[in-house]
């Protein structure tokens, strides 16, 4: 199964705007070639949650994100991006990126990317 890396989180205040990247561990993985990448994030204290999802070239969000977050692939840069916009404090997360939808008891999430909304 392909392994994504996430990156590009950080301390912001509300009102910014943040890029998260999502690639391949490997440098001969084609991002292109993954059907659906999906963003998640666990907020502190919650459950993690699926935010959003490019799925075939097509993208779909979470009712808290629609409007300000957009997700989009890059094949130049070999990466998925989620570009947010407008952050709120309650986007505070650390957020992850999957091959797909993945069960309830997925086990391989990486590390993440923190994003800290905060004035």
């Known amino acids: 199964q392909v392994q994504l890396v996430e990156s590009g989180g950080g301390w912001v205040q509300p009102g910014d705007s943040l890029r998260l990247s999502c690639a391949p561990s490997?440098?001969?993985?084609?991002?292109?070639?993954?059907?659906?990448v999906a963003w998640y994030r666990q907020a502190p204290g919650k459950e993690r949650a699926l935010v959003a999802t490019l799925s075939f070239g097509y993208p779909n969000y979470s009712p808290s994100v629609k409007g300000r977050f957009t997700i989009f692939r890059e094949d130049a840069e070999n990466t998925v991006y989620l570009q947010m916009n407008n952050l709120k404090t309650e986007d505070t997360a650390v957020y992850h990126c999957?091959?797909?939808?993945?069960?309830?008891?997925?086990?391989?999430w990486g590390q993440g990317t923190r994003v800290t909304v905060s004035s």
């Open positions: 490997g440098s001969s993985v084609r991002i292109s070639s993954v059907d659906t």
């Open positions: 999957t091959p797909g939808i993945v069960p309830p008891n997925y086990q391989s």
